[in-house]
Every structure is written in C-alpha cells, then in structure tokens.
C-alpha cells in the first residue's frame, strides 16, 4: 500500500505565500508524474501543476508566475510554492502522484486526502 499525506495549508492573507508539501511512503518502486489539484467550493477539481520525473513542468494558467512544484525524487515529495495568493486560490489542494509498487510494475493513480487553503481578502 502507499499512500500521499500532504501538510502546509491553512488560513493565509491576501498576497501571502504559502508551501505545500506531500510525501508518498509505502512499498514504492518508482514514480512517475507527480501533481497537485484543487478544487474550490461548487467546481471541479482542477490540474493546477504538474512535475515529470525528469523535471519537466506544467501549470493552470491561472497559476503561472506566481506558483512553483518542485520535487525531491530521494525522497518521494513534491511541494508547491504558492506566492502572491488571491482570494480565488480558495480551494482543497489535492497531491496525485502515478506511483509504481514493489509488487508491481503497473502505476497507479494515488491521491492524498487534502488539505484545505483559504486566502482572506
């Protein structure tokens, strides 16, 4: 079994700049994508930025600028950088991650639980 437990959110003004962090544990073998969603009150869960095992990233266009993932491969996390936060980063920020197993070399989708972000005005 593995699992993603993310930690950093909470209650953050306006303009402040917050980091998440997520790390995967159990019987992993590798991983591949790692990313993190989110979903504000009444929408859909949302792509908000993702990191490839080589490095390569991509961002929501909402975010790009003012957001930055980065991961530790030794370490199996990935954190998000989040600067300059508006009122509409309100939202559960979701760690993903298509992890590999030791009994296995198929990935699977991984999600961690969540954890909620709010941006005071």
């Known amino acids: 079994q593995v699992q993603l437990v993310e930690s950093g959110g909470g209650l953050v003004q306006a303009g402040g700049s917050p980091r998440l962090s997520c790390a995967a544990s159990?019987?992993?073998?590798?991983?591949?994508?790692m990313s993190w969603y989110r979903q504000a009150p009444g929408k859909q869960r949302e792509l908000v930025a993702r990191i490839f095992t080589g490095g390569p990233t991509i961002y929501a266009d909402s975010v790009k600028g003012r957001f930055t993932i980065s991961r530790d491969n030794a370490k199996n996390t990935v954190s998000l950088q989040m600067n300059s936060l508006e009122p509409e980063d309100t939202a559960v920020y979701y760690c993903?991650?298509?992890?590999?197993?030791?009994?296995?070399?198929?990935?699977?989708?991984?999600w961690g639980q969540g954890t909620l972000v709010t941006v005071s005005s």
């Open positions: 993903n991650a298509w992890i590999a197993t030791m009994r296995s070399n198929t990935y699977l989708e991984v």
């Open positions: 159990g019987s992993i073998s590798s991983i591949s994508a």
